[in-house]
């Protein structure tokens, strides 16, 4: 009998782990199970013993201590997806015709949120509000307690759910938020920023054969959905199985 798997991942990625398991489970008769949480919350519970065969991380300083502490199998850790900033909106006004179509300039977003409540995420607790906040200082407005034109909520989810309250006109979020039938979605540039990007890797005490699933994240379908949810995949030729279905 094939064994389930335990997928990690960050709530951003939820919509499209549950999307491709359910495609693995199609081909393989494998379960997967995802649970999501930040990345550093993720590598704590599995260094205290919790189930995770894969995991799909946010590159950077917790996921380099984790491949160093052993926490995850740095041999098995490649770049998987790469994810974009969105400035979404729900007015009545907001239809895409008054948004250019392509990333949108400095000159574009000061035009579209002047006059308008804006959320953000944390900018210490969320690498999209982070890039918001910079962002928004290139084109002159200060995320302070002394601006009530932004507010700012704990992740992009509660950006979204600020949208769906009437609390703001306007927010930032990943690009798999914008997925959601936003009125006005619009692509922001990365500016001088490096790429927001995940790895995927192996835990450190897989209970599961993990290559197989490995392989099929870069299979045709798994790419297919993953841009479907709004997620650039990245490929690399080092990764086994390739482009390969």
């Not at 919350?41 to 919790?50: E, F, H, M």
């Not at 250019?100 to 210490?124: F, M, Q, V, W, Y």
């Not at 870069?218 to 790419?223: F, N, T, V």
Request: aromatic share 4%.
């Amino acid at each position: 009998m094939t064994r389930d798997l335990v997928v990690y991942g960050e709530p951003t990625l939820e919509k499209a782990l549950r999307s491709v398991g359910r495609l693995w489970q199609g081909r393989s008769g494998a379960r997967v199970n995802v649970f999501v949480a930040p990345t550093g919350l993720s590598y704590a519970q599995i260094d205290r013993g919790a189930r995770c065969d894969v995991i799909l991380a946010l590159a950077g300083a917790d996921t380099d201590d984790a491949a160093r502490n052993k926490i995850i199998r740095a041999d098995t850790m490649r770049p998987a997806l790469r994810i974009g900033l969105a400035l979404v909106g729900t007015g009545p006004d907001m239809g895409q015709g008054t948004a250019p179509k392509a990333d949108a300039t400095l000159e574009h977003i000061s035009r579209l949120i002047a006059g308008k409540r804006l959320a953000i995420a944390n900018p210490d607790r969320d690498p999209a509000g982070a890039r918001a906040v910079e962002l928004l200082r290139k084109i002159g407005v200060v995320v302070d307690d002394g601006n009530k034109a932004v507010a700012v909520a704990e992740s992009t989810a509660g950006v979204v759910s600020l949208l769906a309250a009437d609390k703001a006109e306007l927010g930032i979020v990943y690009s798999t938020d914008a997925t959601a039938g936003f009125k006005l979605a619009v692509a922001l540039p990365a500016l001088d920023q490096p790429p927001i990007e995940y790895v995927v890797a192996q835990a450190r005490d897989l209970q599961s054969d993990t290559k197989p699933f490995m392989t099929f994240l870069q299979s045709a379908a798994a790419k297919a959905a993953f841009k479907s949810a709004g997620l650039a995949p990245i490929d690399d030729a080092r990764a086994p199985g390739g482009d390969g279905d």
